[in-house]
């Protein structure tokens, strides 16, 4: 089965500073997709970034961005300029390669963006 | 175009009780998902589905059914709660594509 671990409960970051968001996982499949949600106050979960496994390159999204290391099953979010609107809980999330697969969370980072 | 609506917002129930909890997709997506997400932990997956049939199933007990409606639209039952039971339900749909999951602003239930 696969897992997802996220070893930072917790973060805090200056606005305007750049915050890396650590996120390991487990898999014996060689294709997959990986996730980054964002779950503000609102409880919505919002997709930050995605990366499929296949593709070389990293992920980026505006100031979002992926360092994604396969043969280490590592996958940071790094989000650059942070802002005051950033601060929430980002998930972690793994998926399989079928065509809907179920997503596995990890527990999440609670990340606060201070002025 | 509307996203994900999931209702009620928040909901108590009584041990013993059942409860249904109700998700409208968006539009254009044909798959439903559930998730229940406890406090302080990630999501963890419920069920899913297609075309009016469960298709995927996660490790949870037979109290948690569900139905997905002619309209993709679907419900999340539980008989029995528990304490254990008290958490947000996250409905989540997509069409077809791991790249279209769309989330709810979830149900908070408190059973008491």
């Known amino acids: 089965a696969q897992t997802v671990t996220q070893s930072q409960p917790e973060m805090s970051v200056q606005e305007a500073e750049t915050v890396t968001l650590s996120c390991t996982y487990d898999?014996?499949?060689?294709?997959?997709?990986l996730f980054w949600y964002k779950q503000p106050p609102s409880r919505q979960m919002i997709l930050v970034i995605r990366q499929e496994a296949y593709k070389q390159q990293n992920a980026t999204e505006n100031r979002f961005s992926v360092n994604f290391q396969k043969a280490a099953k590592s996958f940071s979010l790094k989000i650059s300029d942070s802002q005051l609107g950033d601060t929430a809980m980002y998930f972690c999330?793994?998926?399989?390669?079928?065509?809907?697969?179920?997503?596995?969370f990890g527990k999440g980072t609670k990340l606060t963006v201070n002025p | 175009d509307a996203g994900v609506t999931q209702s009620p917002t928040h909901l108590i129930k009584t041990r013993g009780q059942q409860v249904t909890l109700r998700c409208s997709p968006k539009s254009g997506h044909d798959t439903v998902s559930w998730y229940q997400q406890a406090l302080g932990q990630g999501p963890q997956f419920i069920f899913q589905?297609?075309?009016?049939?469960?298709?995927q199933r996660g490790n949870f007990p037979d109290r948690f059914s569900g139905h997905q409606f002619p309209n993709y639209s679907s419900e999340l039952n539980v008989n029995a709660l528990l304490l254990g039971d008290s958490a947000l339900y996250l409905c989540?749909?997509?069409?077809?594509?791991?790249?279209?999951?769309?989330f709810g602003s979830g149900t908070r239930l408190t059973v008491v």
């Open positions: 989540a749909s997509s069409f077809r594509t791991i790249y279209g999951y769309t």
């Open positions: 589905y297609y075309e009016e049939e469960e298709r």
């Open positions: 898999t014996s499949e060689n294709n997959y997709y």
């Open positions: 999330a793994f998926s399989g390669e079928g065509g809907s697969e179920k997503l596995v």
